[in-house]
Structures are given as C-alpha cells and as structure tokens.
C-alpha cells in the first residue's frame, strides 16, 4: 500500500518522545580538508562527558587525565538512556556552549580564556551551569505521559550581564535567565542572618544593609512558562528577528509567542484536516528567516518546504513560495517517502538559501527557485541498498540535523557509525570525519574516514556492513564566527577546532 511509509513515519512522529576563523585580512578562512586517505585539518580540543552529575574530560595532557567537576566520572558505555544528548546549541557570540538531554536536564558549557601559557586551551569549553530544565508529567485528561527530554534549545542574543535561553520539551516551553552572583547583602534590620524575621521589639538600631563578596555562584531562574498550547509534540522552536516574539511548532500546527505573554498565542499554521483519516503529512520542523521578522519556512513529512509571510494573512495556510523536487520515477520505491521526509530546516545567515536535511542528502535551495535545489550533496548513499534492514530496525526514522557554517560556505551533518560529514560549497570538496573515543588523543590531528560499498577493501576504510546503527550524530553546531564545532554522540560531547598554522 502507497501510504503505509508515510502512515508509520506519523506514528513515530505523534508517539516519539517527542563563521570560521577570520585571517588577518578579515576575510573567512576556507574549510581545509582533504577528501582522500590523508590528514585533515581538524583537531580534538575536548570530549566532555554529560553523566547523571555534570563530569568533564579533559584533553589537555592525556586522554587518562580527568578533570572532575561535582561527581565522578563515568565511562560512556554505562549511560543511562537519561544521559543521551538530545540537543546542542552555541549562542549568538560562541562563548557559550548549552546542551539538553533525554534527561530534561540542560548543561551549559562556558569557553576558556586564552592565556599567554596555554594558547591552545582558548578553543576548551568548561561546565558553567548545569540545570533541571523539565519534568516528567503525566496529562490526566488524555492518560499521556510527557516526558521530560529536552528538543530544542534556542539562546536569546545577549543584553546585559545575564543570558536568556528557550528550551522545550515535547509540551512546554520555558525561558531561562542565567546570571551570576558574587555579592550577598548583609545587615538586614527585620531578618537575622539565617534570613528568620526578627522580634521589632528587639530592633533597637537601624542598620544600613552592606553587600559582601561570596564565591561566584551561576544561578539559572525560570522566567517564563508556555504552556497548554500544543496538542501534538513539539518539534521546533525559532526565535524572530525582532526578539520580541518566537514560534513553537508541532506535528499539525505552528504558534506565534510574544515573550511577554505566557497565557496566549496565536495559531500561524494549521495542517489537521476535518477528518484525520485524511492526514497526508505532518510539519517537521519551522524556522523564522534570520533577517525579515514576517517570514518563516517549514518543512513536512513529504519533503516539501513552504515559505510564509505573516504580512499576506493572519493564518498562513496559504504559502507565498512551494519549493519541491520532482521526484524521479526510476527511482520510486516503497520507501521514498520515508527516505523524502525533512528532519531538518535551516535558513543560511544572509537569509537568501534555505538547507534542508532528508534521510540521504542535504539539499540548497534558493529563496528565487522553487523548483528544484541548487545543490544537492549525498550524505551516505551507500545505505540506499541497507533501506530494508533499516525500516526493520526503525533506523530510518532517524533525525538527523544540519548546520552552516559562519560564512555560509560549508554545510555539517551526521550520520551512522559516529561519523559526521562536512561540504565545502566553494570547492565541491566533502570529508568524513569520527567522532570516536578511540581516537580522541590530545589535539590530534582528525583523518578522513571512508566507507567500503563492495570490492576488495583498503586498510583505512571501513566496510558498510561493519557500521554501527547504534551510533549516530543527530545533534551538530557550529560556532558563529570560527571554525570550532560541537558534534554530539550518545552522551559525549565532542569539540573539534579547525587547526591553524
């Protein structure tokens, strides 16, 4: 039956828990890799460990010397399905790295400074905050269990001392502020200095109240919650251009927040039909263009992209732009649909291309062509023949995101076995790269890996009936400015820096 892929990719979605380095010229320094057996040009700066206590890895002197923050460091293999990464997000400037987990918990990592000794150590991030973000719930009315795991996260850009963060689960979302304190005031006249209100009878002088210096403390307060708004899971949150407003988006609809306001949002997009019989496909993900605060792209399940503007109507059912590939018929099959579907949409930072994630490739598209992408890169198309086994195991229902970098001229994914892709959009040039703790040696150098379709196999490749579908790269980012990248892996959080001469 035609509509059976598409009828299993929505159970899983209605029932899943749910620039680069600038050269003295100031011109962006090109990606730099090789696409054979050589070396390439990215280092291991750190592998930080996110156990059921914060712990981090440091890679400074050998991979066996452990820097331990609040517990004791657990090896990766004993993760608990609550320590899984399930979330990575760089703000605005990069000196902040926030990670969520199937947890609910949220893991805010902080860059290290340069210093004159250790030059090196400036690409090094270290626990900054670490905080309880979501719940487990239970909804009563519809016997459903909410899970506490957290989507997405989105940073505010900063406008003081503090930072503001966005995360979600699949229900609600929340705004965070993250300050610090290193002053505590002294010499109340009403409390004692336990914080007990004290008897006025006894106040026989007036203090005047003094701040002290105390060790600095990050305190992470919740600001706002938005709640009660989605009937289906939350996929997507994007904050808007004029910082005032950000969208929530679900399998059926997208809402329109303002941040001021917790008890009302406004319904932009509405998919269900009368009759849900009648469900051909469901949004997978939503995204506010990074310039003009009217505009915004999603994605669904057919693998098709609709750009809106909120300008037109208040409900934007009717797209301004339809941007979809014609399918070739040589190529149908019984899982095209699945293998179609968008995981993942992203507007490039000039707002002018679109890059969409599916199963197999990454596609560019022009905001000026509808019809067809202008750049189509293939990911791991060797797994074209493992689709069967892979609908069997559920595999190719995975989510895989998709990053630019600063400039806009390198796109980053993942994929199976722990490896990551990256494409030069200049040079046409792609390498694969590991994630492994095997090779995390301190600030070595990374080497391209190749995968083995069939035919006799080199010593450096691997073969792709030897790759692991247990491990993946789902959740990738990429600083804002420099070529400096976070690649997630179960609950290892990988960074890698482009090395420079």
Known sequence: MVLQPSERHYRDWSHRRLGPWCSPTGSPAPLSCETGCGEGSWILVCRLLVPTQVSLLSMEEDIDTRKINNSFLRDHSYATEADIISTVEFNHTGELLATGDKGGRVVIFQREQESKNQVHRRGEYNVYSTFQSHEPEFDYLKSLEIEEKINKIRWLPQ???????????????????????????????????????????????????????????????????????????????????????????????????????????????????????????????????????????????????????????????????????????????????????????????????????????????????????????????????KLCSLYENDCIFDKFECVWNGSDSVIMTGSYNNFFRMFDRNTKRDVTLEASRENSKPRAILKPRKVCVGGKRRKDEISVDSLDFSKKILHTAWHPSENIIAVAATNNLYIFQDKVN
């Open 159 to 385: 406008q003081n001392a503090a930072y503001f963060l966005l995360s979600t689960n699949d229900k609600t979302v929340k705004l965070w502020k993250v300050s610090e304190r290193d002053k505590r005031p002294e010499g109340y006249n009403l409390k004692d200095e336990e914080g007990r209100l004290r008897d006025p009878a006894t106040i026989t002088t007036l203090r005047v109240p003094v701040l002290r210096p105390m060790d600095l403390m990050v305190e992470a307060t919740p600001r706002r919650v938005f709640a009660n708004a989605h009937t289906y899971h939350i996929n997507s949150i994007s904050v808007n251009s004029d910082y005032e407003t950000y969208m929530s988006a679900d399998d059926l609809r997208i809402n329109l927040w303002n941040f001021e306001i917790t008890n009302q949002s406004f319904n932009i997009v509405d998919i269900k039909p009368a009759n849900m019989e009648e469900l051909t496909e469901v949004i997978t993900a939503a995204e506010f263009h990074p310039h003009h605060c009217n505009t915004f792209v999603y994605s669904s399940s057919k693998g098709t992209i609709r750009l809106c503007d909120m300008r037109a109507s208040a409900l934007c059912d009717r797209h301004t732009k339809f941007f979809e590939e014609p399918e070739d018929p040589s190529n149908r099959s019984f899982f095209s649909e699945i293998i179609s579907s968008i995981s993942d949409v992203k507007f490039s930072h000039s707002g002018r291309y679109i890059m969409t994630r599916d199963y197999l490739t990454v596609k560019v598209w022009d905001l000026n062509m509808e019809s067809r992408p202008i750049e189509t890169y293939q990911v791991h198309d060797y797994l074209r023949s």
